[in-house]
């Protein structure tokens, strides 16, 4: 890895995994990291703008997934090229989940990896791709679904999988992937599309 954890970063970290904790967070933490919980957001979404807008909005999820997915196989090559080692691989009494059950590590654990996948992280750039893209496309919505990259990012710290400059990393670098993937939909896709099919917001 071409860069030390800077002291800020690990004091972060070791208030969020190893003080801030609470039975509460220990229950909802590992779910809101789940990608599956994804599908409990897409899929009504889809089902509400498919009944408010119609066949149109499809295109606009398909928008939506070619971004999360560009956003997760390129961020491969990031944690690839970086390979920062997990803090749960790195930090003496880090908590984390093994088999469903909450663990710590002791107090005289020592690295044993050189290189890892935790920067940047792939959960805090998916969905704050999918967030900025939501903002995009409807923006009525607001602010409103960046509260999903907040809550997934701060659960990957709470489960020892992530700094806190993973996070950062994996949002900053979503926002550019979603930016990224808007224009080239904005200025290059939808201006080709028969007027007839002509989608709009």
Same mark, same amino acid.
């Given at each position: 890895?071409?860069?030390?954890?800077?002291?800020?970063?690990? &004091?972060?970290?070791?208030?969020?995994? *190893? *003080?801030?904790?609470?039975?509460?967070?220990?229950?909802?933490?590992?779910?809101?990291?789940?990608?599956?919980?994804?599908?409990?957001?897409?899929?009504?979404?889809?089902?509400?703008?498919?009944?408010?807008?119609?066949?149109?909005?499809?295109?606009?999820?398909?928008?939506?997934?070619? $971004?999360?997915?560009?956003?997760?196989?390129?961020?491969?090559?990031? &944690?690839?090229?970086? $390979?920062?080692?997990?803090?749960?691989?790195?930090?003496?009494?880090?908590?984390? *989940? #093994?088999?469903? #059950?909450?663990? *710590?590590?002791?107090?005289?654990?020592?690295?044993?990896?050189?290189? $890892?996948? !935790?920067?940047?992280?792939?959960?805090?750039?998916?969905?704050?791709?999918?967030?900025?893209?939501?903002?995009?496309?409807?923006?009525?919505?607001?602010?409103?679904?960046?509260?999903?990259?907040?809550?997934? $990012? @701060?659960?990957?710290?709470?489960?020892? &999988?992530? @700094?806190?400059?993973?996070?950062?990393?994996? /949002?900053? @670098?979503?926002? =550019?992937?979603?930016?990224? =993937?808007?224009?080239? /939909?904005?200025?290059?896709?939808?201006?080709?599309?028969? #007027? &007839? !099919?002509?989608?709009?917001?």
């Amino acid at each position: 890895m071409f860069f030390q954890t800077p002291a800020l970063d690990l &004091k972060l970290f070791l208030l969020i995994n *190893q *003080q801030w904790r609470c039975g509460l967070f220990d229950f909802i933490m590992p779910i809101i990291s789940e990608p599956l919980a994804l599908l409990f957001i897409i899929v009504p979404g889809l089902a509400y703008a498919l009944f408010k807008g119609g066949k149109r909005q499809l295109a606009f999820f398909a928008v939506l997934i070619v $971004g999360m997915a560009i956003s997760d196989f390129t961020g491969n090559f990031i &944690k690839d090229s970086v $390979g920062r080692v997990r803090p749960l691989n790195a930090i003496a009494e880090t908590y984390l *989940q #093994e088999d469903g #059950e909450w663990t *710590q590590r002791p107090a005289d654990y020592v690295q044993t990896k050189e290189k $890892g996948t !935790s920067f940047t992280s792939n959960h805090s750039s998916n969905t704050m791709c999918l967030a900025v893209l939501a903002m995009l496309i409807w923006p009525a919505l607001k602010r409103w679904p960046l509260l999903l990259p907040l809550l997934v $990012g @701060y659960s990957r710290i709470y489960l020892g &999988k992530h @700094y806190p400059t993973d996070v950062l990393g994996g /949002w900053l @670098y979503g926002a =550019v992937v979603a930016l990224a =993937v808007w224009t080239i /939909w904005e200025y290059a896709v939808r201006p080709r599309l028969p #007027e &007839k !099919s002509s989608l709009r917001r």
